[in-house]
């Protein structure tokens, strides 16, 4: 996170040599990305460097504790065989060996894919990533509140449609695309087992005409990233500054998913090339390269790049020929759907997000 810092003030410093303005600045990240954007927006080092972020399939509301840090220190000291007092035998050590330490005390966690209502962050013993030092990093991100330093820079926040679709496929889930009733429930109380049949219930009444893999895409996209972007979008508008602006990526590809009838969601990372109108025979991030654009997937990319390059100038998103993206408010909680032709959605899915409040 230091680093990102010195990466803001070398832009601060040189970026009008190449016809920017080190005033109006954006800071904005995907995934990982977006957690990283979620802590640079509470880093007291870096308040004077940007003038607004957009959070992106990434909430960070909450960070590792000091606590948590220490855990992780002596997972990793005992992974290497070294004893607490004689830590600085890390310096020695290759950092092919520290990166499989890291790799080995990662699969022993619970997956970040169940970030719920705290957000990507905080990893938990044995994970890594930032720490709330109480200095570099004097409080978490968004919980229980955005800093007031940050009061007066607008957010966007938002996360794709079908998130669990790209985990699924790299990490070879694929019986995820085929479940039938007794398999979802069966990885609901696996996953949830305190909630699961209060979860699914709620599910079945707010998505009437979804299929059990629907359903389980639906409810891990919620889990990861879902909850999450709606937490940040509520906590920055009750601070009553700036502008939050939330948004669901829903341009779904037009290829299927390998051995199923099932057409490729609004997945994780597929939102990439569409910021950048980057889209027109293009891999799409673990889908293959699906060529020959169609107009509507070209007319998707142009909205979304358009979209952040105006609220990057302006603090305010927008796109030619599309709806008017409204400020999110707590009374109508309005969200903008990406697509190739976006649409204004108030409160999208509220009997989950009163599942989401009840159950945390």
């Not at 070398?10 to 954006?26: K, L, Q, Y």
């Not at 004689?86 to 020695?92: N, P, V």
Request: aromatic fraction near 8%.
């Amino acid at each position: 996170m230091l680093d990102i810092v010195d990466g803001l003030k070398w832009i601060s410093h040189n970026i009008e040599a190449f016809g920017g303005d080190p005033g109006n600045v954006m800071v904005f990240g995907e995934s990982g990305g977006g957690a990283k954007t979620s802590v640079v927006y509470a880093m007291p080092s870096a308040v004077k460097l940007f003038n607004k972020a957009s959070i992106e399939s990434g909430p960070g509301i909450r960070v590792m504790t000091l606590d948590d840090a220490a855990g992780t220190t002596r997972a990793v000291l005992a992974e290497l065989d070294i004893a607490p007092t004689q830590w600085r035998k890390l310096l020695e050590v290759p950092s092919a060996q520290l990166l499989d330490a890291q790799v080995k005390l990662a699969s022993r966690l619970n997956s970040n894919l169940f970030a719920d209502r705290k957000g990507i962050a905080d990893a938990g013993p044995g994970g890594f990533g930032p720490v709330l030092d109480g200095k570099v990093l004097p409080q978490h991100p968004f919980d229980p509140a955005p800093p007031a330093f940050s009061r007066n820079k607008p957010l966007l926040v938002g996360y794709n449609h079908d998130e669990y679709d790209f985990f699924a496929l790299v990490g070879g889930d694929m019986a995820a695309f085929n479940l039938d009733e007794k398999g979802l429930e069966g990885r609901l109380q696996k996953e949830i087992p305190e909630h699961w049949e209060k979860v699914l219930a709620t599910y079945k009444a707010s998505r009437p005409d979804a299929s059990p893999a629907d359903l389980y895409c639906a409810i891990r996209t919620s889990r990861f990233s879902g909850t999450g972007s709606t937490v940040i979008a509520e906590r920055k508008t009750a601070q009553g500054g700036a502008p939050a602006y939330q948004y669901i990526f829903s341009y779904r590809l037009e290829a299927k998913l390998p051995g199923t009838a099932r057409l490729i969601g609004a997945m994780h990372g597929i939102d990439i090339p569409f910021k950048f109108d980057n889209v027109e025979n293009t891999s799409m991030n673990g889908a293959g390269n699906v060529a020959g654009a169609r107009p509507e997937r070209i007319k998707a990319g142009r909205n979304m790049s358009e979209m952040w390059a105006t609220f990057a100038r302006t603090g305010k998103p927008d796109a030619a020929g599309q709806a008017a993206w409204p400020a999110y408010t707590l009374q109508t909680r309005d969200t903008l759907l990406i697509d190739s032709e976006c649409r204004v959605v108030s409160d999208p899915w509220p009997l989950e997000l009163r599942l989401w409040e009840e159950i945390a």
